[in-house]
C-alpha cells in the first residue's frame, strides 16, 4: 500500500464500482477527464473487468486513513515497459475532498512508485488548455508543458485543445 499521513492508495476494488460510477458520470468530472457518458453500470463493470486482468493499465483508489474513505482515483495507463513511460490520470469524486491535497498527494505516491517501483522514466498526463487552475496544479508538482494537441477532444459540442505535461524521473517532486 502506498501511503502518507494523510491517504493511502490501493488497488480498485469491485465494491468501489458503485461510487465510481456516480463520480465518473458526474460533469464535474466528466467534462475534466474527457470520458463519454453516460457510462452504465453494466458497461462499468466490463471495464473494470478488463482493467483488472491489464498489464498496461494500474488504477488505484485513493482513500482517507481518517474513516478509510475512497475519495477518487488515480491511474497510469498506457504503460510502455519498452520506453518506460506510462500515461497518469486523477479525479477525486467527492467534491468535499476537492482542493485540500489529496490530489496533490496522491500524484506524489503514484509517482514514487511509478520512477521507484516500476523503474519508468517519464510518465505524462493533458490537461484542457485555458484551465488555468489544472494547469497550475501539474506545474506546481513539477510537471512541464510538453506541447498542445490541437482540437484533441469533442467534449460537450466542441473541440478542446489539450495541453501535454511531463515529467521526468530525475526532476524532483516538490
Known sequence: MLSDDLIYLRKLESTDLER???????????????????????????????????????????????????????SLDSIENR???????????????????????????????????????????????GDDKIAQFYENLGFKIEGVMRQHEFVDGQYLDKIIFGLLRDETLP
Open 20 to 74: 465510481t460510477w456516480a463520480w465518473i458520470n458526474d460533469p464535474g468530472v466528466y467534462l475534466k477527464i474527457g470520458s463519454q457518458v453516460p457510462i452504465s453500470k453494466s458497461a462499468q463493470q466490463k471495464w473494470f473487468e478488463r482493467v483488472d486482468q491489464s498489464s498496461d493499465k494500474i488504477i488505484l483508489a485513493i482513500c482517507l486513513k481518517e474513516g478509510d474513505v475512497h475519495v477518487g482515483n488515480v
Open 83 to 129: 520506453h518506460r513511460t506510462a500515461r497518469l490520470s486523477i479525479f477525486v469524486g467527492d467534491t468535499a475532498q476537492r482542493g485540500k491535497s489529496v490530489g496533490t498527494r496522491a500524484i506524489k505516491l503514484l509517482a514514487n512508485y511509478a520512477f521507484n517501483f516500476l523503474n519508468l522514466n517519464k510518465i505524462w498526463c493533458k490537461a484542457t488548455a
